[in-house]
């Protein structure tokens, strides 16, 4: 069974860091683009960051670019998020996912739960 288990998340001050993980069990990563993307209260769902389906190129959104860095182990199936010089606008649900492509990371196939990041100002 595909499954995604996010983590990490917590209660950071601004300008702090945090690094979320995701662990992929179930599926074959290579066959999908992987990565991040969040949502706020009451906003729409943003694309944070995510691989193309093998692994060699990154994308950010614009947002986040300069402050997190994406990067995955394949031999444990896990990925992970740094998060750096963090801003009360980060604070969200953040997700980890799996789509058919980074141009398509609206369509997501396969989600973790969603952990929590909160940014005190």
């Known amino acids: 069974q595909a499954q995604l288990v996010d983590s990490g998340g917590g209660l950071v001050q601004a300008g702090g860091s945090l690094r979320l993980s995701c662990a992929a069990s179930?599926?074959?990563?290579?066959?999908?683009?992987m990565g991040w993307f969040r949502q706020a209260k009451e906003k729409g769902r943003e694309f944070v960051a995510g691989?193309?389906?093998?692994?060699?190129?990154?994308y950010y959104g614009d947002s986040v670019k300069g402050r997190f860095s994406i990067s995955r182990d394949n031999a444990k199936y896990t990925m992970y998020l740094q998060m750096n010089s963090l801003k009360p606008e980060d604070t969200a649900i953040y997700y980890c996912?799996?789509?058919?492509?980074?141009?398509?990371?609206?369509?997501?196939?396969?989600r973790g739960q969603g952990t929590q990041v909160t940014v005190s100002s």
């Open positions: 996912a799996a789509a058919p492509t980074v141009e398509r990371f609206y369509e997501i196939i396969y």
């Open positions: 179930g599926f074959t990563i290579s066959n999908y683009a």
């Open positions: 691989f193309n389906s093998n692994g060699e190129t990154t």
